[in-house]
């Protein structure tokens, strides 16, 4: 008689800690608790929609009650224009709640096939991909914009406008969550979401308050510089803000946030640096960067260079050695000393768990 391989019938035993994970993705489909970023309104659904191009299909006030309506996200030649490649519009309207003014947020668009450019109430919020006549494809791309909270109408109508070109094949919002997203877990005093007054190259008498930027232009942050008028720029640049702090905040210790900056930055207040990200003296020769646009900028603040009650001056000086440049993720604002430190241990907390998960 054959003998049965044993290797058939042994029984398959899960740890405790797998056997955890599996029950928590089960119950929850996702591991929310792993992230900073919340869904405040889900866009899933029917959008206006109309094949060919006008940039007066942007603009806030357009009226498009006699486009037709598609589900998004599908591809369009699923909801009745196949094989049709080109461009097209959509556009959807919705309202926001007055919460999210204090909020940092981006808008997700998930996957878009293949080119596209987003705008909220008229703005330029973001695109991937290049259009004709320097087609270049980003079907692959997830479609992530972050959003000036200056941009919204809170508790009024909102619109949406995206811009789209395919080549071949399968073209439109075509996947993902559609979505506007909100960080929750930091909470900002005072929200520094918006224009900044901007300009290329390096001076150092940029960093001091009197300096004179009557001429340089101006651009929102958090974004990317390249969608606000300089593409494909690699090198210097400086922002500039005056901002004014209440002396209710006198004896706090504050925070400047400056999110996520590509690639390198020093941040100065009143002429003085209050923090630095890379290394500025090899990395502008070398390009060689460790990640850093990847980090979340939060630097102190001494308390004895706030001006209560008057003008104070953020500079920061940024350079950018490869693709996206800029001040491009918030949260952008001011926060406290205590409410950094529990943003950090809260994000340290579930860093660890899921650490835990994981561990072999």
Request: hydrophobic share 30%.
């Amino acid at each position: 008689m054959m003998k049965k391989n044993k290797t058939y019938n042994k029984p398959v035993y899960l740890s405790g800690r797998y056997f955890l994970l599996l029950l928590l993705l089960a119950v929850s489909g996702q591991m929310l608790i792993a992230s900073d970023w919340k869904e405040l309104i889900e866009l899933n659904g029917y959008w206006k929609f109309n094949i060919g191009d006008d940039a007066r299909w942007s603009d806030y006030n357009f009226y498009d009650d006699d486009w037709e309506e598609i589900r998004v996200p599908s591809s369009w030649e699923d909801e009745g224009y196949h094989s049709y490649n080109g461009y097209a519009w959509y556009r959807i309207h919705f309202v926001v709640p007055e919460e999210i003014y204090n909020k940092s947020s981006y808008i997700s668009l998930g996957y878009i096939d293949d080119v596209d450019e987003a705008y909220l109430n008229g703005n330029l919020i973001g695109s991937s991909g290049s259009f004709p006549p320097n087609y270049e494809t980003a079907y692959n791309a997830h479609r992530k914009y972050p959003v000036p909270s200056n941009y919204f109408y809170p508790g009024k109508e909102n619109v949406i406008a995206v811009r789209v070109y395919d080549s071949r094949l399968t073209g439109g919002i075509v996947g993902g969550d559609i979505s506007i997203m909100v960080l929750e877990s930091l909470d900002m005093e005072i929200n520094l979401e918006g224009y900044w007054k901007f300009n290329l190259g390096d001076d150092l008498s940029c960093k001091e308050p009197e300096f004179n930027d009557s001429d340089w232009s101006e651009i929102q942050v958090p974004s990317n510089w390249e969608i606000q008028g300089y593409p494909d720029y690699n090198g210097f640049a400086w922002y500039r803000k005056e901002i004014y702090i209440d002396d209710k905040y006198e004896g706090e210790k504050l925070i400047v946030l400056l999110g996520k900056i590509d690639d390198i930055d020093q941040c100065y207040l009143n002429g003085e640096m209050i923090g630095i990200t890379g290394d500025f003296v090899k990395t502008p020769e070398t390009n060689r960067f460790s990640n850093e646009w990847q980090e979340l900028r939060g630097y102190y603040v001494p308390e004895k260079l706030i001006k209560y009650n008057e003008k104070n001056l953020i500079a920061v000086r940024v350079y950018d050695g490869f693709k996206g440049g800029g001040i491009y993720q918030g949260p952008i604002g001011i926060t406290t000393q205590e409410e950094y430190r529990r943003y950090w241990k809260e994000k340290k907390r579930k860093k660890n768990f899921w650490e835990f998960i994981f561990e072999d």
